[in-house]
């Protein structure tokens, strides 16, 4: 219970920051989406990873006051890089608890109407795990927004048990593939005919892949000849702060 009245006290003093990491295509070297990613700023520790308060967050239900803070911060960054001319999109995750919620759809739609954001800034990560779980009432509204432009990718990708034939009935475009099916592929040939497989299984779904967790140059040769084109991961580039980011990613603006 501290933890829970520390987070909304960090949420009421504004301690919470978003750091954002690039999705690179490798062939261009443009990035193509920046992947928001919220941190605890605290005042006496270093600076808090999600993982140690994310899951917290949704077992106390805070994640909801959360993740609409998070949205509003996206929708209003996404909304002036796109008034400076970028083409990237900003990419949000979405926690279970957060989409369990009956208005969370119309509370998005808000947020987007209060900053004049256009649905083809934005995207939707959700997990493979709730992506198999989601009824039809919620499918109905992710189709709804799919339509008007808000791309949705599939996160953590080979974590869950997914059922295949669903996949090719979600309203996706994109399809994050975990880190942990790739970190073993230098090392391990059962590592590299997993990984290609499922590779092979989300283009010929014609969905686009992402790969996730890239750690080295030879992770990414080796993706390559498998046909993965865009790169997240520390060895493009760990998160950024917005400034760092845009200096980096977005210099030309
Ligand atoms: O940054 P880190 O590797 O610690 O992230 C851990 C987890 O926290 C990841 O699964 C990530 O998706 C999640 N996460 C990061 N930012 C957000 C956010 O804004 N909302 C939600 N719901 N989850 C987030
Ligand atoms: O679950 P999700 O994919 O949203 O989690 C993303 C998290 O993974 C980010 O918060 C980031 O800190 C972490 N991450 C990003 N790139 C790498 C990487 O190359 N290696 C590792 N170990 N973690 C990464
Ligand atoms: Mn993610
Ligand atoms: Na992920």
């Not at 080295?216 to 702060?241: E, K, W």
């Amino acid at each position: 219970a501290e933890l829970e009245r520390d987070l909304r006290i960090a949420l009421e003093r504004g301690e919470f920051v978003l750091q954002f990491q690039p999705q690179i295509d490798i062939g261009s070297g443009a990035a193509v989406v920046a992947e928001a990613l919220v941190r605890w700023a605290h005042p006496d520790r270093d600076m808090v990873l999600p993982g140690t308060f994310v899951p917290f967050a949704e077992e106390t239900g805070v994640i909801v006051e959360l993740g609409d803070w998070v949205m509003d911060r996206v929708c209003q960054t996404a909304a002036e890089w796109a008034q400076a001319g970028l083409t990237q999109r900003i990419a949000i995750n979405i926690s279970t608890r957060e989409l369990a919620q009956v208005d969370f759809f119309m509370r998005l739609r808000h947020a987007m109407a209060r900053h004049g954001t256009p649905a083809e800034a934005l995207e939707l990560e959700i997990t493979e795990t709730l992506a198999m779980e989601m009824e039809a009432r919620l499918l109905d509204q992710l189709h709804a927004l799919r339509k008007d432009g808000v791309r949705i990718a599939i996160d953590d990708f080979g974590t869950g048990y997914s059922n295949l034939s669903r996949l090719k009935d979600l309203p996706v475009d994109r399809v994050k593939i975990d880190r942990s099916l790739v970190e073993d592929i230098t090392l391990s040939a059962e590592a590299r005919t997993i990984c290609s497989a499922v590779i092979g299984l989300i283009q010929g779904l014609g969905l686009e892949t992402v790969v996730e967790g890239v750690e080295s140059q030879d992770q990414v040769d080796m993706l390559r000849i498998m046909g993965c084109a865009v790169f997240q991961g520390y060895h493009l580039s760990t998160p950024l702060n917005e400034e760092d980011y845009l200096a980096r990613f977005a210099p030309s603006r």
